[in-house]
């Protein structure tokens, strides 16, 4: 079974630092190409970083561009969002996704959420003084 858990989130104030992990299960992510999301309260769900197979493929949205950082740890099948000089509005539940096994090395554009076949529940992450 699939599963994607993701933890780490929570209340901070303005220019502090959080870390998302994500948690998967069920198969390797060796092949597979990671990201994150986020959804505001009344907007859409938003891409915020891809990793692709490939490490050098490495995708952030303007908005997070600099402060937000991803990466991943194979051995232990894990995914992280280090986010640094939060603001109010990267206030958002914060969802980890994964595909499995993409054709392609690389990410498509961030905001693609086609180029992902499994998403976890989400995260809370409050930026707030």
């Known amino acids: 079974q699939v599963k994607l858990v993701e933890s780490g989130g929570g209340l901070v104030q303005p220019g502090e630092s959080l870390r998302l992990s994500c948690q998967v299960s069920?198969?390797?992510?060796?092949?597979?190409?990671v990201g994150w999301f986020r959804q505001a309260p009344g907007k859409e769900r938003e891409g915020v970083s891809c990793?692709?197979?490939?490490?050098?493929?490495?995708k952030y949205s303007d908005s997070v561009k600099g402060r937000f950082s991803i990466s991943r740890d194979n051995a232990k099948n894990m995914v992280y969002l280090q986010m640094t000089d939060l603001k109010p509005e990267d206030t958002a539940v914060y969802y980890c996704?994964?595909?499995?096994?993409?054709?392609?090395?690389?990410?498509?554009?961030?905001?693609?959420?086609?180029?992902?076949?499994?998403w976890g529940q989400g995260t809370q992450v409050t930026v707030s003084s």
């Open positions: 990793l692709g197979r490939s490490w050098v493929s490495r």
């Open positions: 996704a994964v595909h499995r096994n993409p054709t392609t090395a690389v990410c498509g554009l961030v905001t693609e959420k086609g180029q992902f076949d499994y």
């Open positions: 069920g198969f390797t992510l060796d092949y597979a190409r």
